[in-house]
């Protein structure tokens, strides 16, 4: 019972007591530094629910320093090696699951169901990278008669790795798997929103992994940009939003030349054909944009084109299925969405609301907060109405906010679904193969699904064009992405 799971309110009174008693450190080889201490507020009620020291420069210093101290023993095991200590990590993560769950549930204001499916997610796909390990090879090249050409797959040494607030934890196990398969070692920093999964996940497997190959720093973009110039860090990983993903490369760009990957925001057009089976639509249309998250994801179809002819028929059924997603606490059995993770998100997605009415844009439904209620809540939103100009067409609002458009040619909607600047997803709905190859290959988006939205598939490369990033994850590439090819000529002959 203390954990929750059959009685939640008292599991969210256990954990909130959990959080506020436990004492808080920056992980594990980072010491104490100088920082100062900020609320974690939990986004369902605006209260505080503890209050956590941020790192400083000393603390970055310390992490990176004991991670370059590491990174040559860490080098030198074999793949197997690593990978078998990154399973033993995923073991030990996994034991403590409900209790991962509850502090994403309590300090992003996520449902606790998902939070237990981020979980297992993060688990699966540390696992999944240690079984790539093997895919770490190099080539033998027949460049000449009687010599050897090699190449070797090598790592770059620490690697920081910035992840943001809407899959806590996931993101925290995920993101450190194919680095420290691939060789390095990894300082990550969390979201200063929501650090508390990541530093409860550096304590429990302090000393699974050798001292030094995996350090937590948590603090805002001070302790970001810190990493980004550190010059013994030469790769860098960044989630988030592209304004701070140009930052990044900036910053980069200042102190050296660096590898940086980005997996940025989008703007994902859902299309919906003549051909289409109009109820599996309907339901992924809610589904793609991950209301779970409220709205909070990249990947989130927040652009939904529907056929001329099916229009009317679909705008009344998604608006009703929309206003029956049940709101309330993330830890309530069958709410399906929370508050947003701070007052600040809150305000964003009200503002980009107020601007499209003011634009002229029809709100068929929410905008606004439920009754009754503190936290950062907002209600689910949808438009139409929306002309190509105005900012709702155009900008990620990263809030649960969806646009819908009626188009009548295939030429009309590809122009238009890539008429913005990002490109990470787009989904596409028709029972027509040859219509459906097609247009996955014309619509300029990294991650593309037929007849499905928000689902991602182990080992497939997730990322962006355009707006959206640079790089692919979750697969062998992101695993490869972390090595740099040396190539070595043995002349012989």
Not at 470 to 480: C, F, H, N, T, V
Request: hydrophobic share 45%; aromatic share 8%; glycine share 12%.
């Amino acid at each position: 019972m203390a954990l929750g799971t059959d009685d939640p309110e008292a599991g969210q009174r256990y954990w909130t007591e959990w959080i506020a008693a436990h004492t808080w450190g920056l992980g594990p080889d980072v010491g104490e530094g100088g920082g100062q201490s900020h609320p974690i507020l939990n986004p369902a009620t605006g209260e505080a629910l503890c209050s956590i020291r941020h790192a400083d420069g000393a603390d970055v210093e310390r992490a990176v320093a004991q991670g370059k101290a590491a990174s040559g023993d860490w080098a030198a095991r074999t793949p197997r090696s690593r990978a078998e200590l990154v399973r033993a990590v995923a073991d030990v993560l996994e034991r403590h699951r409900e209790e991962l769950a509850w502090l994403d549930t309590l300090d992003a204001g996520l449902p606790l169901w998902m939070m237990r499916k981020d979980a297992d997610t993060g688990v699966e796909r540390m696992r999944m990278f240690a079984d790539l390990g093997y895919a770490l090879t190099g080539q033998t090249i027949p460049a000449s008669a009687g010599n050897l050409h090699l190449t070797f797959p090598e790592p770059f040494g620490v690697v920081a790795r910035i992840i943001p607030f809407n899959h806590p934890f996931m993101f925290a196990a995920s993101k450190v798997a194919a680095p420290l398969v691939a060789g390095n070692t990894v300082v990550l920093k969390p979201s200063e929103l929501t650090p508390l999964s990541a530093l409860r996940m550096a304590e429990l497997v302090e000393g699974v992994l050798p001292d030094g190959v995996l350090s937590v720093v948590h603090g805002g973009a001070d302790v970001g940009d810190a990493l980004v110039r550190h010059r013994e860090i030469r790769r860098i990983a960044f989630t988030g939003s592209h304004q701070v993903g140009r930052a990044i490369q900036r910053s980069a760009a200042d102190v050296g030349v660096k590898h940086v990957s980005l997996e940025l925001g989008g703007k994902n057009a859902m299309i919906v054909f003549p051909d289409a089976d109009v109820d599996a639509a309907l339901t992924a249309a809610v589904k793609g944009m991950n209301f779970a998250f409220a709205g909070q994801s990249c990947g989130s179809t927040s652009r939904v084109f529907v056929h001329e002819s099916l229009l009317a028929e679909f705008t009344e059924r998604y608006v009703a299925a929309v206003n029956a997603v049940r709101q309330g606490m993330p830890w309530s059995p069958g709410v399906q969405i929370g508050p947003m993770v701070s007052a600040a998100q809150q305000d964003r997605a009200h503002g980009f609301v107020e601007r499209a009415v003011a634009a002229g844009a029809h709100l068929l439904t929410g905008g606004g907060t439920p009754a009754g209620g503190g936290g950062f809540f907002v209600t689910p939103t949808v438009f139409d109405g929306v002309s190509a100009e105005m900012e709702i067409a155009n900008e990620e609002v990263f809030g649960p906010v969806v646009a819908l458009f009626g188009f009548s040619t295939e030429d009309e909607v590809v122009g238009a679904a890539n008429a913005v600047e990002y490109g990470l997803t787009a989904s596409v709905w028709t029972r027509d193969l040859s219509l459906a190859h097609r247009m996955s290959r014309r619509l300029e988006a990294g991650y593309v699904w037929v007849n499905d939205t928000s689902t991602h598939f182990p080992g497939v490369p997730f990322g962006g064009v355009k707006m959206s990033g640079i790089g692919r994850e979750e697969s062998a590439d992101e695993l490869l992405s972390y090595t740099e090819i040396k190539a070595v000529n043995l002349v012989l002959s």
